[in-house]
């Protein structure tokens, strides 16, 4: 039964967030720094995720997953994401892009053989973007042709998170160019099929124990049982399964914003200048209330946009305008921590730093800021 406010959790959310909570402090705070500076996401800890149940939330049951809901998922991000937005990422694109896709669009067959692996150990990835196809997605030019063995794909992909640990590939290729978007289709791509190669990972600014790679395709062959769908119908399955796994972004931004935001809460009242603590200060106390507001009111949009997919009415307005609202709120709640610990918010010893680091991203990733307010034009003029 889902609470009147928006922000009250059932008992059984409390308990999960309390048990992300407490995994996240215990298990990834302390590694949060070697990852980032490493770029690559502990083995273990992407194991110990499985086992936790983190990776198939939203996964019945019968296939080994914990039969959660859409909410469940974003809450779970949020908390991760508290402690390192690339941890809430991994968790993010498995749950609600890669699973969400196979949920929504596999058939019994392909339920029954992936399914059971996304629980138990396998990492999904979701490729779409290529070089010359980033905010316009349907240009893209991975080129998919039928022969009597299945499907030729040729082409490359890039910004593929997930992509260096990945099983798994949601991946999008035109299987007819002449028809524009109504070509593309979606194809179930394991990693070790013929021709399919994982290439070099991006040195990014943020996020970068979350891995980013290229991926090439040399007459990589897909057998026909792994057509996601039908055939041109690809670009329906590639916004739908986008318009949700925005409100997973806007959670990973919530819960980064609200980690910058304790740190420098907590740093204010430690802090001491001129013989007093800086949270004494007017002027540092109206930054933390400002932060606290922009923070209380992405939750509320978060939350509100998770809410409405699980009730199955229409979200996507309030997705686009969550992951718009959190990715300004998480860089700027972000740019203020690193303002309120002065000189030491420079440095890496500190942790507000990683947080405005990871935090541009947000504005980039699953719909650029400019696209979501196209978007919810579109949406408010339409009415």
């Known amino acids: 039964m889902t609470s009147s406010a928006l922000t009250e959790l059932t008992s059984e959310e ?12 215990s298990r990834v705070r302390p590694l949060v720094r070697e990852m980032d500076e490493s770029g ?43 402690v390192d937005p690339s941890a809430g990422v991994v968790v993010d694109v498995q749950n609600t892009l890669v699973n969400n896709a196979l949920l929504r669009w596999a058939n019994a067959a392909q339920k029954t053989k992936y399914l059971p692996r996304m629980a138990n150990d ?6 779409l973007s290529e070089p010359a196809s980033g905010s316009d997605a349907f240009a893209l030019q991975t080129r998919a042709e039928k022969t009597p063995q299945g ?22 290729a035109n299987a007819d160019p002449s028809a524009g978007y109504r070509g593309i289709t979606g194809f179930l791509v394991e990693r070790e099929f013929p021709g399919f190669q994982v290439g070099k990972k991006e040195d990014k600014l943020g996020i970068r124990a979350s891995s980013t790679c290229e991926l090439i395709l040399e007459d990589c062959l897909v057998p026909d049982e792994n057509v996601l769908g039908e055939v041109g119908k690809g670009y329906k399955i590639a916004i739908e399964t986008l318009n949700e796994g925005r409100i997973g972004i806007a ?12 740190c420098a809460t907590n740093y204010a009242q430690e802090r001491k200048q001129f013989g007093k603590p800086i949270a004494e200060f007017q002027g540092v106390q109206f930054q933390l209330a400002l932060m606290h507001i922009e923070v209380e009111a992405a ?16 979200f996507v307005k309030e997705a686009a305008m969550a992951k718009y609202f959190a990715s300004q709120a998480a860089e700027h709640v972000a740019s203020q921590a690193v303002e309120i610990y002065g000189g030491y918010g420079f440095v890496k010893d500190y942790p507000v730093e990683k947080f405005y680091r990871d935090a541009k991203i947000g504005k980039i990733y699953e719909g650029t800021s400019n696209l979501q307010l196209q978007t919810i034009a579109k949406l408010v003029l339409k009415k």
């Open 251 to 262: 959670a990973q931004m919530l819960g980064l914003a609200q980690g910058a935001l304790e």
């Open 40 to 82: 690559h996401f502990d083995g273990d800890l992407l194991r110990e995720c499985f086992r936790q149940g983190w990776m198939s939330i939203q996964l019945p049951e019968q296939f080994g997953g914990s039969g959660g809901t859409f909410f469940d998922a974003a809450l779970v991000v949020e908390e991760l994401s508290r």
């Open 122 to 127: 396998c990492l999904g990835a979701y490729a």
């Open 299 to 314: 939750r509320l949009m978060v939350y509100n946009a998770a809410r409405l997919k699980d009730a199955g009415a229409s």
């Open 151 to 172: 499907w030729k794909l040729n082409g490359r992909k890039l910004w593929i998170t997930n992509a260096l640990e990945a099983g798994l590939f949601v991946l999008f």
């Open 14 to 25: 409390a308990l999960l967030r309390q048990a992300v909570r407490e995994w996240a402090e």
